[in-house]
């Protein structure tokens, strides 16, 4: 026999989902007020099933630069990853207090071989 429970989230469920958010959008509001380069957009993830820390993903809409200044003003670690189509995904990470950072963009693919060479030389330079 299974049982589901049908019953809404405790008080102390609640809580601390909560307080995760507030942690995370005071650090973003913190964040956003010392950065150069203010992001596209900025989501906040905080899941009331699991203990992970809360997340804070800033987006850069095709804006490698920015978003490395970002990176540079929070002190983020930086991995990139091509694609098959050739478009380049950066991401760069880091914990503070608590919550987990996230800054990404993803560059458009190059339409050409001499396009090809810029971006290599681009991100060999980075």
């Given amino acids: ?3 589901e429970n049908t019953e809404p ?3 102390d469920a609640d809580s601390t989902q909560r307080n995760r958010y507030m942690a995370a959008l005071s650090l973003a509001e913190t964040l956003i007020s010392q950065t150069a380069t203010l992001p ?4 906040v993830r905080a899941s009331a099933w699991t203990d992970d820390a809360p997340e804070l993903r ?3 809409h095709r804006d490698v630069p920015g978003m490395r200044q970002f990176r540079d003003d929070q002190m983020l670690t930086e991995t990139m990853e ?12 880091r914990d503070m207090d608590g919550v987990r950072v996230n800054a990404w963009t993803l560059s458009d693919p190059p339409t050409d071989d001499a396009e090809q060479r ?6 060999v330079t980075a």
Avoid: K, L, N
């Fill in 40 to 43: 596209t957009s900025f989501t």
């Fill in 82 to 93: 091509t694609r098959a189509d050739g478009s380049v995904h950066c991401e760069a990470t």
């Fill in 9 to 11: 989230a405790t008080q």
């Fill in 1 to 3: 026999m299974t049982a």
């Fill in 118 to 123: 810029t971006a290599d030389a681009e991100q």
């Fill in 58 to 60: 800033f987006y850069f």
